[in-house]
Structures are given as C-alpha cells and as structure tokens.
C-alpha cells in the first residue's frame, strides 16, 4: 500500500469551491433529527467578514476589496453596513431555526480581515451575538486581524467587550517572502501588535505562518519562527503555501517568473517549524497546530475537528448542526438582499450519510495529537493501520493501546494514511 502525500491547508468553514448540493428551504429549516441532540455537543459560531482593503496574491477565500465591489456609499448592498444588518438578520434566523439555541462555547471572526470592521464593528458584532445565543461560562471569542488595521485602541476596547484571542496573519517576518505574498505589512510589525494585545488584556495570541514561499530558505522560515517566539504568542498556526488556481501567484507561476513550491521542500520546512517550536516548549496538537498549553489550544478549531455543531453566519459561511451542513451565497450584495427579502441566505445543503460522516471523522480526528480509536476503524482500516504503524508512520505504542496517532512522518503523509484507514 503506498500513503500519499498530502498538502496542509486551512480547516475551516469558507471552502473556496463550495460542494453541490440540494436547494436549501427559504425558511432556513432543518431536519428534526438534526436538532436532536443539540446542546449536548460543543456549539460554535463563525462569522465571515468578506472584506479586505488588498487581495494578498495567493488568496483565494471569499474576501472582496471596495474595487471588487464597486462601493459608492454606506447604503450600498455589498457595504460593510448592509452586511452588519444582514447579519443581525441571519443570526436571529439561526435562533428561530434553532429553536431554543445553546449558548457558544466559541465564537470565530474569520475573513477576509475583520480588524477592517473597527473597534466599533467588532464591539457590535460580538453583542449581536451575544444577544441571539448568548456566550457560555468562559467561552472562546476569536477575531482574526491584519497588523496594519490594528491598533491599540482596537484592542483595548476589544478585550473588554469580551473578546479573548487574536489570531494575526503574519505569514513570514521577511520582507521578500512578504513581498512574494502580496502582504502590506513590514517585517515586525506582527510581533509588535502581539505584544500589544497581551498588553490590553487578551488571554490568547496565535500567529500564522506560511512556509514554502518560492524565493524563501531554510535561514528565513527560522528568523520568522525567532520572530514569533520572540512576540509572547502562545499559539501558531503553519501552513505550506499552496498554489490556488485562479490566484495572482498561480498566474506568476504560470508565466515562470516562480517555481512551483516543491514538496520535499516543504516537507523539510515543516520539520524546521516542528522542531524549532517544539524545542521552545510548544506542542503540535493538529497538524497544522501548536500551543504552549492545553488551555491555549484553538476550542473553535476543535469544534470543527471533533464534528461538533456550528453556525456559519456571513456571505459564504458553512454550517453544521447535527449532520446537516449548508452554506451560504458567496456574494455580500446577494447575501444582504436575501435577509433583506426574509429568505434564508443559505444557497445549498447536504445530509451527511454515514459514509461520509465516517470519512470525515477518520480525515479530522487523525489529524489531532489524540488521534481516534481504533475501534472506529472497520476491519479493511484495522489493516491498513497495522502497515501503517509497522511503516513508522502511526505510533506503535499508541496503536497497540487502541488509538490511532500519527508519528511525525505520519503527519507529513496525512490525508493518505486517513484514507486508507477509512477503507470499509
């Protein structure tokens, strides 16, 4: 059996392709099964704020900048004004679906750049939130940010509406790999607003990376890592640059102005990334995931990994609840025009078979410090993990115990282990 190998990316509820699907009701409604059993899993809320004032070259989420859409005035159906009220309306079209919603364990600003919204339009979304479904006892509150639209200020008055982690794009420290991305900001600039988050009272600061950026070398990705070590981050997310169709960097690609990241490079540079944050006292505890503490690992991510229940509210956003997923339309103006009209903003939905659901389970748990049972595997993957951990590639002394964990090697490989472990 030969593993293949796998290129790392964001898990998370804005896909850049959305799936096929079945027409969603106008309504927003779901299944009563679905709803059964809601609350007694983790509950989170996403919400996608489409808005970038720059599209980074290798971009390919659903974000827009004014130019994209064309935005005259405040009123415009596409403007971060209609799309604050539409998400008022969606998230009290959640809490009519839902019925009676369980409070979040997490919340996640995502985009796009939410730090864009302001101080003001941060404060005001978290309330909308808190409003509708309420926040649990010491729950999770994310918003993602941009060092160049973040301040002090911001963050001061963040923290006390209650937010409790910052997540930066930080990418590199290195003013040619920045240059390569496509990111505004200079190197340091990342350090110094993780600094002053702690400053301002925020628990949590996670900086992410991007390795395998062509032109990059071993020598940059360490002096990025010095950086964030250097910035009191207790969280880092690393990925490995991928080439995304259709993005400006594929174009430059294409024309040979740069190589194709390879993929022993990239091998080797997430070794260098596990190394260097493993020695500084950081622990992987998903592939892509390291935290200096438990307490400091992502609870919103894991909502996603542990197929728990989530609300994607915002143009584009992917939900599930109780094996329904659906996602909404991916342009701001129609997003808006659809709460507008009391119609679901929801394009699509899909029921998730068994199949599936077994699928996705071996896919996200395996790729977590914990792995998943073994006893979850039928017996095509029981064999497949025998192989896998005689191949150095699942811990022997993990597996014998009744789990399955992937080594380090079995990191890199990771989506082809998990697939044959899915075999039926």
């Known amino acids: 059996m030969t593993f293949a190998a796998v290129r790392d990316g964001h898990t998370g509820p804005v896909p850049s392709v959305p799936p096929s699907g079945e027409p969603a009701p106008a309504d927003g409604a779901l299944p009563r099964a679905s709803l059964e059993g809601l609350g007694t899993r983790p509950f989170g809320v996403y919400v996608h704020v489409p808005f970038c004032a720059t599209r980074c070259g290798y971009c390919d989420f659903n974000t827009y900048t004014a130019i994209d859409l064309g935005l005259t005035s405040s009123d415009d159906p596409a403007s971060p004004a209609s799309w604050l009220e539409g998400l008022r309306r969606e998230l009290d079209l959640a809490a009519s679906v839902l019925g009676e919603p369980p409070p979040a364990d997490t919340v996640f600003l995502g985009g796009g750049t939410p730090s864009l919204l302001g101080a003001e339009g941060l404060v005001s979304v978290l309330d909308a939130v808190r409003g509708t479904f309420g926040l649990r006892d010491g729950a999770e509150v994310t918003t993602e940010a941009n060092p160049e639209s973040t301040t002090p200020e911001l963050l001061a008055a963040i923290a006390e509406a209650g937010y409790t982690r910052l997540s930066l794009g930080m990418q590199s420290d290195v003013d040619h790999v920045l240059a390569v991305l496509d990111r505004r900001h200079t190197p340091g600039a990342a350090v110094s607003v993780a600094g002053e988050a702690l400053a301002a009272g925020i628990e949590h600061v996670n900086l992410d990376l991007i390795y395998g950026t062509p032109t990059e070398t071993d020598d940059d990705l360490r002096r990025s890592l010095n950086a964030v070590l250097a910035s009191g981050a207790d969280h880092v997310s690393a990925y490995s640059l991928i080439i995304e169709e259709g993005t400006a960097l594929a174009r430059r ?88 009209g009391g119609r679901s903003p929801a394009e699509a939905r899909e029921l998730v078979t068994p199949d599936e659901a077994h699928l996705e389970q071996v896919l996200l748990e395996l790729r977590t410090v914990d792995g998943l049972p073994v006893s979850a595997l039928a017996a ?19 597996w014998a115990g009744g789990r399955a964990v992937l080594t380090r090697r079995g990191r890199l490989l990771a989506d082809g282990v998990a697939l044959a472990l899915a075999e039926r």
């Not at 996603?304 to 956003?317: E, R, S």
């Open 380 to 398: 095509t993957g029981r064999d497949a993990g025998d192989e896998a951990a005689r191949d150095g590639l699942l811990d022997p002394a993990h």
């Open 253 to 340: 690609v294409a024309r040979g102005e740069l190589p194709m990241p390879d993929d022993d490079v990239l091998a080797d540079r997430y070794e260098i990334v596990d190394d260097v944050l493993s020695t500084a006292g950081f622990g992987w505890y998903e592939v892509s995931n390291w935290a200096r503490s438990v307490d400091a690992r992502c609870r919103h991510n894991l909502i996603y990994w542990g197929g728990g229940d989530w609300w994607g509210a915002g143009p584009g956003a992917h939900s599930h609840v109780g094996g329904t997923r659906w996602w909404n339309v991916r342009h701001p103006a129609r997003y808006s025009a659809a709460l507008a």
